[in-house]
């Protein structure tokens, strides 16, 4: 039966959480998500987007929004009754990004509104959308369940995770009436080896845990008013089941070393649940409940062994990535029709200097005619006019008032007023010259010395004409004309007959110079919008490229692929997420086992790579793989915001993903065969899912009732593993119905999974009384003497459980 | 007339002054026609300015002028004969001055010319 689900991330670490658990699914299954499975992430951080797989995301973003925080106390204050929750307008000063690691601005930005939106109305709606979209996915299948299942995810060390978790099992309850299948999965700090400088996330985390007991009791009743208008007063609890993992084996030693290990394995288990061992868990939970092993909270243990085809992938995609940002922001060489060449700076400034001539060519042309009116030939009848005496006045004068800016009806005045159809011409072309040059190199050093020397051979051109006497000033060029003027009508060659001919040409020279004249300010223009951005043209199509753009474009890309001087601390780019990946690789805490067909990791990388060169058709790589047919210049104009590298990156990663993975380059791998042959070392692994992910003191006592299973592609080769284990005396994972979970598209990977319950963590917990030393009492020597006893421990605390 | 043309002996000054100008009269005349008949056929269908094109017909009038005149000047030994160049006579050079004016004076004309003509396409120039 499929089972409706719901997951609902909080803070980022819920962002990252749901990240790993859609990633897990597009591996095994090429689709983010079922269609039965919505995920909703909700963050106060602005800037934390979710990232996508190769086909895109499917985690639906809710920002809300901690502006103006002490307006939405005001707000609070008069429409929820003043709740006795609510930080000091003087505290939320001070939170600086996001929920600040203060619990109750966490909690203010669920519940408040400001001009960016009404922050609970906003979560509710997500909420519904998300419940509708799942209830009616496919309202014909008579196997889905009638109530959904929701969970819950994210860390209780934070601002955000910490002040709305219990608030979102309660808003959930109020969303799916009747619902019984809500459950909790929050991150916990591991035991700390020191705790100054920790004492904010322990003591957030204590404060967490102390509400949320105080909730799971009977006695103990969820009495607010909500900024919707609903007032409640809830007996129940807000989760049925509250799971806790934190970075720890039960016995202490470290089971996953960094942070982003405990989001992987957060992220498997919500996967494993959307996939189908969530079913087989009920089961068995049930049976636990009523034999009272569970309680309101559990934990789990998990452990893996996988050929890691999706890190391979990725890490390919990057390299990949790497070697197309290096052909993209390479300042030496180039390549054209796959042959490499250097940038030679003096070709480029000599064929810009020639297509300068052709755009100029073609921008004085389009101011031959306006409206209609060919202006060479009403110079031409002009010329034959001064020549038979048909004019009025002397026809030096006469030529002058032709050609003078003070005029309003003369050739000077159609053509200022036309000037603009020059500068179309002048942007469309060198527009078309830079994108031309950038379409075939692929180089953005190229294009940019395209536009460098196309603004070299108009700012040569401007000097020429300066010093043959043109300049853009009206009174400059109107002595110029009475020159030309009165040249104009000396030496006429009436005596050979040529004196119209000679005429036409003089007027038609004039008329030339006074285009370039009026030219002058808008090549001036061009050089400045170039050179220092200071004005905005556009042309009839494009706006004009700026040197600035490709610096800037070049300097982004270069963060990409690490080449740059400045430091950037957690900036994305592709050599930072192949160090992540190795890190990843070579993890040992993580309790995944890694094996390859070749025993390396590098080596299947090398093997992948080489197989892509062969079967995508060479070893240059070309910005058509990423953005296929489209325009690169336009394609780097609309990443310009905020977000590029983000978006490069993204868009580059999954373009090269989704290649590698339709190339097939990567080929699947037995991992039973693999554990057949390796027996001992698989049962070390195996062994470790016993443990769960949290240092308790509590003893915990294998019980039937408690799932405990191992999950694969194949039944009858989880049977061979389990048979290869008993063989060597490993008897943890029983070879029954209930300890195997067959699910048939789980390939490269097999899991063992194991959880526990029936513990309280505010008396079990290990290290509890250090967390209740960090919630309780003010660090020593802290700077700032705002923080006062009192105001730390309100900092620490969201709800009235006192 | 044909004393004007082909006699290279000085007689009298007035003589002499009847004969310079004859020779600029005819030259002018020849030179007008040459012009005249060169700016029909030559570069009409050059792009160049007009006034360029006409100037450069000037230069090849001069050399085509000067060409026939070398003509004229080849006649003009053979029918007096070597001996009758008497280079170290002052008289000598008092009878061929029609000559020599015409002579010096194309060959000024033409580099005066071609002078104007750079000064026109010159790129420091917008005439």
Not at chain 1, 196 to 218: C, Q, S, T, W
Not at chain 1, 300 to 321: M, N, R, T, Y
Not at chain 1, 545 to 564: C, M, V
Not at chain 2, 39 to 51: D, I, S, V
């Amino acid at each position: 039966m499929a089972t409706p689900t719901i997951i609902i991330g909080i803070g980022t670490s819920g962002l990252y959480t749901l990240e790993n658990a859609q990633r897990f699914y597009y591996e095994t299954y090429k689709t983010n998500k079922p269609k039965n499975v919505e995920f909703i992430y909700i963050e106060t951080n602005e800037s934390n987007r979710p990232v996508g797989t190769p086909i895109g995301n499917d985690i639906t973003r809710v920002y809300i929004s901690l502006d103006n925080m002490a307006e939405m106390i005001a707000e609070l204050k008069t429409s929820c009754n003043n709740p006795s929750w609510l930080p000091d307008s003087r505290v939320v000063l001070t939170a600086g990004l996001g929920a600040g690691g203060i619990r109750s601005c966490g909690r203010l930005a669920m519940w408040g509104r400001n001009q960016r939106g009404d922050n609970f109305g906003n979560v509710i709606n997500a909420i519904t959308n998300a419940y509708a979209k799942v209830m009616h996915v496919n309202n014909n299948d008579t196997n889905l369940a009638a109530q959904p299942t929701v969970f819950v995810t994210g860390s209780l060390t934070g601002g955000t995770g910490a002040g709305v978790f219990i608030d979102m099992g309660y808003l959930v309850r109020h969303i799916i009436q009747n619902i019984k299948e809500i459950y909790g999965l929050f991150l916990l700090p591991n035991e700390p080896k020191v705790i100054r400088g920790f004492e904010v996330m322990y003591g957030n985390a204590y404060g967490a845990i102390k509400d949320l007991e105080f909730y799971n009791k009977i006695e103990n009743n969820y009495k607010e008013m909500w900024p919707n208008g609903f007032t409640k007063d809830l007996e129940v609890p807000p989760y049925e089941l509250v799971q806790f993992i934190s970075q720890d084996y039960q016995d202490g030693a470290p089971a996953i070393n960094t942070l982003s290990g405990l989001y992987k394995m957060a992220g498997l288990y919500l996967f494993l649940n959307i996939a189908g061992i969530y079913e087989k868990r009920r089961e068995r939970l049930v049976d636990a409940a009523g034999n009272s092993l569970i309680g309101k909270y559990g934990t789990f243990g998990l452990s893996a062994i996988q050929f890691p085809k999706d890190q391979i992938q990725e890490f390919v995609s990057s390299q990949l990535s790497i070697e197309l940002l290096h052909r993209l922001t390479d300042s030496g060489e180039y390549y054209l029709n796959g042959q490499k060449r250097s940038i030679s700076r003096a070709s480029i400034k000599q064929n810009m200097a020639v297509a300068f001539d052709g755009i100029l060519e073609s921008a004085f042309a389009t101011l031959n005619t306006v409206e209609a009116r060919d202006l060479l030939v009403l110079i031409d009848k002009d010329a034959t006019r001064i020549n038979k005496g048909e004019i009025k006045g002397s026809p030096v004068e006469f030529i002058i008032s032709m050609f003078t800016s003070t005029g309003n009806d003369n050739y000077h005045a159609l053509v200022n007023n036309n000037i603009k159809s020059a500068l179309n011409v002048f942007v469309d072309s060198i527009y078309q010259q830079v994108d031309t040059a950038l379409q075939s190199t692929e180089n953005l050093y190229y294009s940019k010395y395209v536009l460098e020397d196309i603004v070299e051979s108009i700012g040569r051109t401007l000097n020429y004409w300066k010093s043959i006497g043109l300049s853009s000033q009206s009174q400059n060029w109107d002595n110029e004309l009475r020159k030309l003027a009165i040249g104009c009508t000396n030496n006429t060659y009436k005596s050979v007959f040529e004196h119209d001919a000679v005429l036409k040409d003089r007027l038609n020279t004039i008329f030339e110079l006074m285009k370039m004249h009026l030219s002058i300010r808008v090549l001036i223009d061009i050089c400045k919008h170039v050179k220092e951005g200071k004005i905005k043209l556009e042309g009839s199509t494009h706006e004009l490229p700026k040197l600035a753009f490709f610096d800037d474009l070049i300097k982004k890309l270069n963060t990409l692929i690490g080449k740059t001087d400045e430091l950037e601390n957690g900036s994305i780019s592709f050599t930072r997420r192949l160090n992540d990946i190795r890190g990843d690789i070579n993890d040992t805490t993580l309790p995944i086992l890694r094996v390859y067909p070749s025993n390396s990791f590098s080596k299947e990388c090398e093997r992948a790579k080489e197989t892509y060169t062969q079967r995508s058709g060479g070893n240059v790589r070309s910005i058509t793989e990423v953005i296929q047919q489209q325009n690169i210049l336009n394609y780097f104009k609309q990443k310009q915001n905020n977000k590029f590298n983000e978006e490069i990156y993204l868009d580059f990663l999954k373009a090269f993903r989704l290649k590698v993975d339709t190339l097939n380059c990567i080929e699947d791998f037995n991992i039973t065969a693999y554990i057949r042959n390796s027996t001992e070392e698989s049962i070390r692994t195996a062994r470790k899912a016993t443990s769960p992910f949290l240092k308790v003191n509590r003893v915990f006592t294998p019980s039937p009732y408690l799932p405990r299973f191992v999950v694969g592609d194949d039944a009858n080769e989880i049977t061979d593993v389990l048979s290869a284990f008993r063989n060597q005396n490993y008897n943890d994972f029983p070879d029954t119905i209930d300890g195997k979970k067959e699910l048939t598209d789980l390939k490269n990977i097999i899991v063992f999974y194991d959880e526990k319950g029936n513990y309280i963590p505010l008396t079990d917990l290990s290290y509890i009384n250090l967390m209740k030393d960090a919630h309780e009492n003010v660090p020593s020597g802290l700077a700032d003497e705002n923080i006062t006893s009192e105001r730390w421990k309100n900092n620490r605390s969201a709800y009235t459980t006192n | 007339m044909e004393n004007i043309f082909f006699d290279t002996s000085y007689t009298s000054l007035s003589q002499m002054l009847i004969k310079v100008f004859a020779f600029l009269l005819v030259s002018g005349l020849l030179l007008f026609v040459i012009y005249f008949t060169l700016t029909k056929l030559l570069f009409r269908k050059n792009k160049h300015r007009k006034e360029i094109n006409l100037r450069l017909v000037l230069l090849w009038t001069i050399f085509a002028y000067f060409i026939l005149f070398n003509v004229y000047i080849f006649i003009l030994i053979s029918k007096n004969g070597i001996d009758s160049l008497h280079w170290t006579s002052a008289k000598f050079y008092l009878g061929i001055i029609a000559q020599l004016t015409i002579y010096i004076g194309l060959l000024a004309y033409f580099f005066i010319n071609r002078h104007s003509l750079t000064k026109i396409i010159n790129e420091k120039s917008i005439n």
